[in-house]
């Protein structure tokens, strides 16, 4: 029976887990898709594992039937509500007949079984991870339940794919019914239920095939809409060359003879790792020169990768419970970025991780929202997939394989996989595995375990007598309200010592902080050196040590580190902006180190020019933000930038002239520097720089020539930028996901207006019930906080969360996240945003909004 939104949901807590009473040997299912609903019929065979009752869960079901070894259970033998279904008085050895009715052409959450696409795109797809199972039928609904699963499938044959889990071993005609057919697979693995999926659509194939390093010959299929077969080969290649890099680096090898990847234009994340057959969104599986821009379609590549690793880390070895999410997501995102840093600049791939974390997670942990990577409690699990469990799990995997070094770290994991291959485990064996050749590694713990990001200050002294340079450092955590007090970390600080005169490295080491203050000597040091820490981000902490301007300028000229070269030119503009400090220094530096570095390395000089984003930026004020001071320093630095360097810009542009498309990190640097000279001399006025876009535009060979000249022309209101917007539009009005672009380049326009907004949520190409289209507008609005933190633009964004709060919780709730740090504005925009919270809250059921927005408010008494 359908539920009924909880005002006060409960809380479920960490230190409240038991094992499970009943275990899950087979699951037998068979789902019958009809016009108007879907009838899932199902056989659970289950043992005892401990005393009490069998605890099922369901959501949306409409129960028909129930048996229990044959005998039909009344309403008596059985308890419902409150989303469980309860059999008290069951033996040990169980099997469960259970039978129930679905609608899910109505089911607009995206969670369970449902209806993607309409007309003849109509396609019906799963996406049951965390709990959308339950809303298939009635099952122990929880990570710690494995069990092999065999699911037939029958449908009308205008339907003519079906798909499940597994290997397919039998199809045909339903007997008696010419129009329909089915389908049976079985999945030999023990999976829990999250991971099970299932498709009936009418699709076109990519077909490949790859051997893996155990001689076994996998078949690799990717399903997509007929029109968009052709733009699925950079998403089987990036497959090929994920299952060879995984065998390569962590020894693992595919375990089953088909690996599937389906795409749906409506799915509420980016993609799904379930066994065998990944479910994706198609923003994150398609790609094309022609459609995609450069940094999408390596987006696809890494979530291939990220998709597939997860076949070890997650799949065969999985979670005990929820509140372990970060280790199979943690872990799998190092392994996505190790492999992504193969396939571009390790030093760009590290600085696009970081600009992520910074921008993200870094805000996420200094407001209300705070968590530990692994929480200890929540209302609904959907709210925690977040930065700090994703990006922030994955820091805490690269501190441990930085500290044990790449033999044993490969030595660790081998264990791991060795000891829990098919169980479901948690952070605490993970650490055990790995700390066979270190035990420290077991103090990493903490670093789950505490919420906030750390402060590592330090300052040094040089004793040229002694010939000895002392650093002392320490390390500073924010109180997280809720939570014990913080204790010290152990974080681990790559260092470099460069001698000042030659520029050269006389000194490397790692050093662990891992009290509060410590003292780090060197000895042999003949002269001051300039220090470079934190390399290659070697930990997930806020860096505040005593540099001068002209250390860090020093710094970007000789670090041999590319990313520490783009930290520290973060760490002068953060001065300038926060701190006030002057520009000299770092327009010298810069104008100095780019025609070089754009000749040697164009993607890595592309990224020296970054000027962190209005939403890093406020993450940074603690009080009093003002959203058009900050858009003021901001554009005032960027101008100053771009007219210190005017001269350089057309000679750039012009060594970086626009060729035939190619594939590889020297052409994807090349169009992305060459996208920020265009923006940079447009900004500076050079002359013919509007010229330069629409000839760009015009001549474009790929979607990041043309997609870049249309955004500069856009954001600087270039004359005829409308006219460029509708050709945009023609040209591609037949294409979802370039119509996303379409509409996000006018939603995050340096100009936009909520009459814009609201005109285009008015669009007829607007869809409610396509997330990738809602986040088009509504997420690209949130980069003009001075537009947003506005009554018009709250008005506008609250409107859009009480609408998708009943329709899909999941996207409001993560929506209503951007609003988190509301309570650092200046007044009167304070208390504006705080009444439009109050406002949302008696307007809001869902538990997903409810729970965001109960902490968001928390803030206001902090």
């Known amino acids: 029976m359908p539920d009924v939104p909880l005002h006060e949901p409960s809380k479920i807590n960490l230190t409240d887990y038991k094992q499970p009473s009943f275990d899950v040997e087979t699951v037998n299912l068979d789902i019958k898709l009809f016009e108007d609903h879907a009838q899932v019929d199902s056989v659970l065979k289950m043992v005892r594992q401990t005393a009490g009752d069998i605890v099922l869960f369901g959501e949306d079901l409409e129960l028909l039937a129930i048996t229990m070894n044959g005998e039909q259970l009344t309403a008596e033998r059985y308890q419902q509500a409150a989303s469980k279904l309860m059999i008290t008085d069951a033996p040990d050895e169980v099997t469960l007949e259970i039978q129930v009715r679905i609608c899910p052409q109505t089911n607009t959450a995206l969670e369970g079984f449902y209806m993607a696409g309409s007309g003849d795109d109509t396609m019906f797809v799963t996406q049951c991870e965390p709990e959308g199972f339950r809303?298939?039928?009635?099952?122990?609904?929880?990570?710690?339940?494995?069990?092999?699963?065999?699911?037939?499938?029958?449908?009308?044959?205008?339907?003519?794919?079906?798909?499940?889990?597994?290997?397919?071993?039998?199809?045909?005609?339903?007997?008696?019914?010419?129009?329909?057919?089915?389908?049976?697979?079985?999945?030999?693995?023990?999976?829990?239920?999250?991971?099970?999926?299932?498709?009936?659509?009418?699709?076109?194939?990519?077909?490949?095939?790859?051997?893996?390093?155990?001689?076994?010959?996998?078949?690799?299929?990717?399903?997509?809409?007929?029109?968009?077969?052709?733009?699925?080969?950079?998403?089987?290649?990036?497959?090929?060359?994920?299952?060879?890099?995984?065998?390569?680096?962590?020894?693992?090898?595919?375990?089953?003879?088909?690996?599937?990847?389906?795409?749906?234009?409506?799915?509420?994340?980016?993609?799904?790792?379930?066994?065998?057959?990944?479910?994706?969104?198609?923003?994150?599986?398609?790609?094309?020169?022609?459609?995609?821009?450069?940094?999408?379609?390596?987006?696809?590549?890494?979530?291939?990768?990220?998709?597939?690793?997860?076949?070890?880390?997650?799949?065969?070895i999985t979670c005990r419970d929820w509140f372990q999410l970060c280790l199979k997501e943690g872990f799998t995102v190092y392994r996505d970025q190790s492999f992504s840093a193969d396939q571009q600049s390790s030093?760009?791939?590290?600085?696009?991780?970081?600009?992520?974390?910074?921008?993200?997670?870094?805000?996420?942990?200094?407001?209300?929202?705070?968590?530990?990577?692994?929480?200890?409690?929540?209302?609904?699990?959907?709210?925690?997939?977040?930065?700090?469990?994703?990006?922030?799990?994955?820091?805490?995997?690269?501190?441990?394989?930085?500290?044990?070094?790449?033999?044993?770290?490969?030595?660790?994991?081998?264990?791991?996989?060795?000891?829990y291959d098919g169980q479901a485990v948690t952070v605490e064996d993970f650490l055990s595995a790995l700390s066979i050749t270190n035990d420290k590694i077991e103090d990493f713990i903490d670093w789950y375990r505490q919420p906030g990001t750390p402060v590592v200050s330090g300052h040094q002294y040089y004793d040229s007598a002694a010939q000895t340079l002392t650093i002392t450092l320490s390390q500073q955590t924010r109180h997280v309200s809720g939570f014990d007090a913080p204790k010290p970390l152990p974080i681990p600080v790559a260092t470099a010592l460069f001698d000042k005169n030659s520029g050269d490295i006389i000194a490397e080491r790692m050093l662990l902080l891992d009290q509060a203050t410590q003292i780090f000597e060197f000895e042999g040091v003949t002269s001051e050196p300039v220090v470079s820490l934190l390399r290659d981000f070697s930990a997930p902490v806020q860096l505040n040590y005593d540099y001068q301007d002209e250390d860090l300028a020093f710094l970007l000229k000789h670090e041999t580190n590319g990313f520490n070269r783009w930290q520290v030119t973060q760490m002068l503009v953060n001065r300038i902006l926060l701190q006030s400090n002057d520009t000299e220094v770092y327009l010298q530096a810069l104008a100095q180190t780019l025609p070089d570095l754009a000749a040697d390395d164009a993607m890595l000089a592309a990224r020296l020019l970054d000027i962190p984003s209005a939403q890093e930026l406020a993450a940074a004020v603690h009080k009093d933000y003002d959203p058009e001071l900050i858009k003021a320093q901001r554009e005032g630095l960027y101008q100053q930038l771009a007219v210190a360097l005017k001269d350089q810009w057309a000679a750039l542009y012009e060594q970086l002239p626009m060729q035939s498309y190619k594939d590889s990190p020297e052409a994807l640097g090349a169009r992305a520097l060459r996208n920020v000279v265009l923006d940079m001399a447009l900004t500076a006025n050079v002359t013919g720089a509007a010229e330069w876009a629409q000839q760009q535009y015009d001549n474009a060979s790929c979607m990041t020539e043309r997609f870049g000249a249309l955004k500069v022309m856009v954001n600087h209101q270039v004359a005829n930028a409308d006219a460029y917007l509708a050709d945009f539009y023609q040209r591609f009005q037949a294409d979802d996901l370039v119509i996303d672009?379409?509409?996000?380049?006018?939603?995050?326009?340096?100009?936009?207006?909520?009459?814009?907004?609201?005109?285009?949520?008015a669009h007829t190409d607007f869809d409610w019930n396509t997330p990738n289209r809602v986040r088009s507008v509504i997420s690209a609005f949130t980069s003009q906080p001075t537009v947003l933190w506005t009554p018009e633009g709250l008005d506008i964004y609250t409107a859009v969360i009480k609408k998708l709060d009943d329709s899909n919780p999941m996207i409001a709730s993560r929506l209503l996240q951007v609003l988190a740090r509301w309570y650092t504005l200046a007044e009167p925009r304070r208390q504006m945003a705080h009444e439009h919270l109050l406002d949302l809250q008696q307007h809001v059921s869902s538990k997903h909004v409810h729970e965001s927005l109960t902490s968001v408010l928390g803030a206001a008494s902090e």
């Open 741 to 761: 672009l379409w509409f996000s380049v006018q939603a995050s326009a340096d100009n936009v207006s909520t009459d814009t907004i609201a005109s285009l949520l």
């Open 347 to 419: 030093a760009v791939q590290r600085i696009d991780d970081v600009a992520t974390l910074r921008a993200h997670q870094f805000a996420e942990d200094a407001g209300p929202l705070a968590h530990p990577v692994r929480p200890e409690s929540f209302v609904e699990i959907n709210n925690f997939y977040t930065t700090t469990v994703y990006e922030k799990g994955a820091e805490i995997v690269r501190m441990i394989a930085n500290i044990l070094g790449p033999d044993d770290f490969r030595k660790g994991t081998d264990e791991y996989f060795r000891r």
């Open 135 to 316: 809303k298939i039928t009635f099952y122990p609904d929880r990570p710690d339940v494995l069990a092999i699963f065999t699911t037939r499938l029958e449908a009308d044959k205008r339907y003519p794919t079906l798909l499940a889990n597994g290997n397919l071993i039998e199809a045909g005609e339903v007997e008696g019914a010419p129009d329909r057919h089915y389908a049976i697979w079985h999945d030999p693995t023990n999976k829990p239920s999250y991971l099970f999926a299932c498709v009936v659509a009418d699709l076109d194939v990519l077909t490949d095939s790859y051997t893996t390093s155990e001689g076994r010959n996998v078949l690799l299929e990717v399903y997509a809409k007929s029109a968009d077969i052709d733009k699925c080969d950079v998403a089987m290649q990036a497959l090929k060359d994920s299952m060879k890099w995984d065998e390569d680096n962590y020894g693992r090898a595919y375990d089953l003879d088909r690996y599937m990847i389906v795409a749906v234009s409506q799915f509420n994340m980016g993609a799904m790792e379930n066994k065998g057959l990944n479910i994706f969104n198609t923003a994150c599986v398609l790609s094309s020169p022609e459609t995609t821009t450069d940094s999408r379609s390596f987006s696809v590549k890494a979530i291939i990768a990220h998709e597939y690793f997860h076949n070890w880390t997650g799949n065969r």
